[in-house]
């Protein structure tokens, strides 16, 4: 198949998953998800707003999840794993749009951080705590950083971890570069998936979260990626600078790692590991291959 060929494929599968997104669903069914989800991630032991956190872990864990994520499925992996070292962890949904269940992130994202911001004040308030740590997977790692600018978040956060977030903006392998292309492509997925449009590198969204830097005092930015990243790309766009930034290629901490973008934020304990690291780095160990096992 020619290249452009390809392009064009990737492109119309790019625009089907979007309005798959959003075909009419039975209202009625999002309570129950709703209520299901909540049942499960309790069960699971997070969102559980009876938790105190301890003298080792004093800070709750917001966990982020990214587009055409939710609260649960996000995080059925990295939850547990986080619980079991003795954290208090939380996760919410944002961005939702009508009558879509299941599938969120996909509203406006300034919008979406008001939304954790609130959650955020939540979770403070019932955990006591005076600062929360926040851990959010592709648009959920970036995501924030418009809380944090924005709307007051840095003096409740202490550190922002991000994995393979679109902290720049993607480029889907140059495909929103075909958008001029298409006619009537870029508005269809901005009026009906705001979320969508906001991330591709170049929007207004994008340019002004990035204006006078990309960080904020007092906060401390962990940024992990993967270079099979396959959504955010070119990968090196995760990457955060300024003061209290550490960011990290997972292949480096293991080469064998070949998770790509949905992966690494859902089943590699590698990058597990390395979250844990950056929650705590004052009892950080090293992360290698060896750590799928930790």
């Known amino acids: 198949m020619l290249p452009w060929k390809s392009a064009v494929r990737a492109l119309s599968v790019l625009l089907l998953t979007a309005a798959a997104a959003l075909a009419p669903t039975a209202a009625s069914a999002a309570p129950d998800r709703a209520e299901t989800a909540a049942v499960a991630a309790s069960g699971r032991g997070w969102n559980d707003f009876s938790c105190k956190p301890s003298a080792a872990h004093p800070r709750p864990v917001v966990l982020v999840h990214g587009t055409f994520g939710n609260s649960v499925d996000n995080w059925l992996g990295l939850a547990p794993y986080l619980v079991n070292r003795g954290y208090c962890v939380f996760s919410l949904d944002y961005g939702q749009l009508p009558d879509v269940p299941l599938f969120h992130g996909l509203g406006p994202i300034a919008a979406s951080a008001g939304q954790l911001s609130t959650y955020v004040d939540r979770v403070l308030a019932a955990t006591g705590a005076p600062e929360a740590d926040l851990v959010g997977h592709s648009q959920g790692g970036m995501m924030p950083r418009w809380y944090l600018k924005f709307l007051g978040g840095a003096a409740k956060v202490n550190a922002l971890v991000g994995i393979a977030p679109d902290n720049h903006g993607t480029t889907l392998l140059g495909l929103t570069q075909l958008l001029p292309y298409f006619p009537g492509a870029e508005d269809l997925i901005s009026a009906n998936t705001p979320g969508l449009a906001d991330q591709i590198a170049g ?90 096992a930790g």
């Open 203 to 292: 929007s207004p969204f994008i340019t002004k979260l990035n204006e006078g830097g990309d960080t904020v005092p007092g906060v401390r930015y962990h940024v992990i990626a993967t270079r099979y990243d396959e959504v955010v790309t070119p990968y090196r766009t995760q990457f955060l600078s300024g003061p209290n930034v550490t960011n990290v290629l997972i292949q480096d901490k293991c080469a064998l790692d070949l998770s790509e973008h949905v992966a690494i934020g859902t089943v590699d304990r590698v990058a597990f590991h390395e979250v844990a690291n950056a929650l705590d780095p004052a009892h950080a160990t090293p992360t290698t291959c060896l750590s799928v």
